[in-house]
């Protein structure tokens, strides 16, 4: 999505040092980095603690945004997901147990018990089989499929061209639909 005029007012005062300027934009942004990081790294807590710091990295770098290469949510989730890597990239040096299930949010109307428990067996395979992907094809998979990124914007944040992105997707959409299989057609979508 691109920097609307008024985001790039926030940004101009922002960068002139108006904190209230900077929490508007960390207002605008705060779930979707959150639920972005989330997802990358699976842990809850350290999801809120990496967002955090990307919001202060943000506010230490926005000078460096360019708002003539990428939008500002773009170059937001670039910072995301490097707090992200780097914190997968600990763990690997300090292994810890895997990644839990991610919590999936039920949806708003209340479905019989049967159909609850399916549709949160489901999430948790769904959740499961995520953390399972590589970190490419998961941070290309959240990205598209979670925050509805397209192609180009989603190559900017993980600075390769759009066709990596393009077999990212494919082969990370291949794995979810074998691991899936035994949930039938509860997951699909269909090529693009």
């Not at 904190?19 to 959150?34: N, S």
């Not at 839990?100 to 999430?123: C, F, T």
Request: glycine share 4%; net charge negative; charged share 30%.
């Amino acid at each position: 999505m691109p920097t609307d005029g008024g985001e790039l007012e926030l940004i101009r005062r922002a960068r002139e040092g108006d904190e209230t300027a900077f929490a508007a934009l960390v207002d605008r942004y705060a779930k979707p980095v959150l639920n972005f990081i989330w997802r990358i790294i699976g842990d809850r807590t350290d999801a809120e603690d990496l967002a955090q710091d990307s919001f202060v990295r943000a506010w230490q770098r926005l000078n460096s945004f360019r708002e003539n290469r990428a939008a500002f949510s773009t170059w937001l989730f670039q910072i995301a997901r490097n707090a992200a890597i780097d914190r997968l990239r600990a763990r690997a040096r300090r292994p810890q147990t895997p990644l839990d299930e991610i919590a999936v949010e039920p949806a708003s109307s209340r479905p019989g018990p049967d159909a609850e428990a399916r549709h949160n067996e489901l999430g948790a395979a769904i959740a499961a089989a995520v953390a399972e992907l590589p970190e490419d094809q998961r941070t290309a998979f959240v990205l598209a499929e979670y925050h509805g990124m397209a192609m180009r914007e989603i190559s900017v944040v993980m600075d390769c061209s759009e066709k990596s992105v393009e077999n990212r997707l494919y082969r990370a959409r291949q794995f979810l639909r074998e691991k899936l299989e035994p949930w039938g057609n509860s997951f699909s979508k269909p090529e693009t």
